[in-house]
């Protein structure tokens, strides 16, 4: 069965300082791979997506993911964190089929030291 | 402005109590979702529907129910059969039930049993 494990279920950064949050998949294809960010009392909101067409993807707010098929893993970073990058992070993976086969990992709370 | 639209936000439940949760989205989308969020967990899947008059179980429908009368709304209903029913409830979309394509977040609704 298709899983998704994050890394940490909570990460604490100096502003300024690199972020790198960790997603790992298990997969017998190449999947569709997903980062949603979630602040408090709101919807998720979709960073990035990767589909294959570069294993490095780029999203907004200056986050990037990189696909390595060979460590099955899709870790997000940021070169800078900024205090306003304080929230819940989503790592989503989705084989070939149905939409609503996307499974979600458990999350990893991103906070940011001044 | 294009999105999906949940209400109320917050709603309490009396014990014995059926309550309903209201998604309304106007991005065109086939595909519409219902997601549960515990704190401290990943999302799962309640219910979902791929195409107007159809829809199918997720992987905890049980107390549960959906109706998808129009494309632009999918209504929850809380039955009295669910257990534990307070928990972060989102609705979402995407174009198409295919897997790859990008599922959109609503702001989501706290239920409370009281």
């Known amino acids: 069965a298709q899983s998704v494990t994050q890394l940490g279920s909570h990460v604490s950064v100096s502003e300024g300082a690199l972020v790198l949050l960790r997603c790992n998949y298990s997969?017998?294809?190449?999947?569709?791979l997903f980062w949603y960010v979630q602040y408090p009392n709101q919807g998720l909101q979709l960073l990035l997506k990767?589909?294959?067409?570069?294993?490095l993807v780029k999203g907004i707010n200056g986050f990037e993911a990189e696909f390595k098929k060979s460590e099955t893993s899709f870790h997000l970073t940021k070169p800078s964190a900024h205090m306003s990058d304080a929230a819940e992070y989503f790592c989503?993976?989705?084989?070939?089929?149905?939409?609503?086969?996307?499974?979600f990992g458990s999350g990893t709370r991103l906070s940011i030291r001044p | 402005d294009g999105g999906i639209t949940q209400s109320p936000k917050y709603l309490f439940r009396k014990e014995g109590q059926n309550v309903t949760l209201s998604c309304e989205q106007n991005l065109n989308h086939d595909a519409m979702y219902w997601y549960r969020q515990d704190p401290g967990q990943g999302l799962r899947l309640i219910y979902y529907s791929q195409i107007v008059n159809d829809f199918q179980k997720g992987d905890i429908a049980e107390g549960y129910s959906v109706s998808r009368e129009k494309k632009e709304s999918f209504p929850l209903t809380v039955t009295s059969a669910q257990k534990n029913p307070t928990a972060f409830y989102l609705c979402?979309?995407?174009?198409?039930?295919?897997?790859?394509?990008?599922?959109?977040f609503g702001e989501g609704s706290w239920l409370t049993v009281v």
């Open positions: 979402a979309s995407s174009p198409t039930g295919y897997s790859g394509n990008t599922i959109y």
């Open positions: 990767y589909t294959s067409a570069a294993t």
């Open positions: 989503a993976v989705s084989d070939l089929g149905s939409a609503s086969k996307i499974i």
């Open positions: 997969s017998s294809v190449p999947p569709y």
